[in-house]
């Protein structure tokens, strides 16, 4: 099967979670023996001319239909104008494409810059968004909140997978501090930097800085990573982590802490899981059932006070018996792995091309 992911990665190329999430898949689809291809928006140093191209234009694209005849196309982002004339190409040559929302569809992510997308919607995305042979949201969480649902009623769930290591033991040990693991965007307001901060405050008057220490890990997003800066020892900011980098990372961590107001499905709770390390989420992560049905963490309201208490009971546990949770977390992610999932959208593309024609 040729299959042709077109997606857009933003300024931070590689930082980009939709990167690693499209690459990832595409590469275990390739493992399958399918010829796969990503074509982006934005030129970046991830193009290869192999398997990322850079198409801005109309022209390029359509020369890169002719050259190559993808079988199905996989649109994995939202509010990019160069969509709206991909897909009426495609549609002019039978070609059936599907849209992945990556998190974009949820009744939060409309409300920013809510009146530039009504209007978009209405002038251009609601008719590409109807023309797609099918939507797919990564949990039926982020299908709950969407807002698009009867913009398109064909829908799949297929999640985003994990890269599971094979060498890991349980070799968690009870530490001087626990060591309270962020790794995500440092976007103060997305990501609920500022709640997470006001319990940290709490924590610190508290008294809990010889129990507890922050790590923060991700790409600048605004000047948020400034105020990490402002709490001595007790919070650390480290920047970007990738590959070995972030498997160190991962494994030292005793909890990885998420408490976003929205995420699709976000990769770096399961990168945690599949080293064993206990997850602290919000309902709007779209994870917090996946966390509270197979033992592997706590879920946490987003307030400083849920947060604080929330802490505490983990710090609890996890002193009795730092690896309490380290076979349920590894088993969980196990079962998301990147080949499996490969397999899964595999069978889906066949239907689609099916009914298709």
């Keep these: 099967m040729k299959i042709l992911h077109i997606a857009y990665f933003g300024r931070s190329g590689k930082l980009n979670g939709i990167y690693e999430a499209v690459t990832c898949l595409a590469k275990a689809q390739i493992k399958l023996n399918n010829n796969v291809k990503i074509a982006i928006t934005t030129k970046q140093s991830v193009v290869d001319e192999q398997f990322i191209y ?14 190559y005849k993808p079988d199905i196309v996989v649109f994995n ?45 209405l002038l251009l995305f609601n008719w590409f968004i109807h023309k797609a042979k099918a939507v797919v949201y990564l949990s039926g969480n982020e299908y709950q909140k969407s807002v698009f649902k009867r913009t398109n009623k064909n829908y799949t769930i297929l999640p985003n997978g994990v890269n599971v290591p094979n060498d890991i033991i349980p070799n968690r040990v009870v530490q001087k501090k626990m060591n309270i693991t962020f790794l995500s965007r440092i976007d103060y307001y997305g990501k609920g930097i500022d709640v997470l901060l006001e319990a940290v405050k709490k924590l610190q008057c508290e008294g809990w800085k010889d129990k507890l220490e922050f790590n923060f890990y991700g790409n600048k997003y605004d000047d948020t990573y400034k105020l990490l800066l402002e709490y001595g020892d007790f919070v650390k900011y480290h920047g970007f982590v990738a590959g070995n980098e972030k498997a160190e990372v991962l494994k030292k961590a005793s909890i990885n802490i998420l408490p976003s107001r929205s995420e699709g499905m976000p990769m770096t709770i399961l990168e945690a899981l599949s080293y064993g390390c206990p997850c602290m989420v919000t309902p709007m992560t779209n994870m917090a059932e996946l966390i509270k049905e197979n033992h592997c963490g706590w879920v946490i309201d987003l307030t400083a006070e849920s947060i604080v208490q929330t802490i505490k009971k983990a710090y609890n546990e996890l002193s009795v018996d730092p690896n309490k949770y380290f076979e349920e977390c590894r088993k969980t992610a196990e079962r998301y792995s990147w080949d499996n999932v490969a397999r899964e959208s595999i069978m889906f593309y066949q239907e689609i091309i099916k009914e298709n024609g």
């Design 54 to 67: 850079y198409i801005p234009t109309t022209k390029e694209f359509k020369t890169l239909l002719e050259s």
């Design 77 to 121: 982002s939202l509010y990019e104008i160069q969509q709206i004339t991909f897909s009426y190409l495609l549609r002019k040559r039978n070609i059936p494409y599907v849209l992945v929302f990556h998190g974009g569809a949820s009744r939060d992510n409309a409300k920013k810059g809510w009146l530039k997308k009504k209007i978009a919607n």
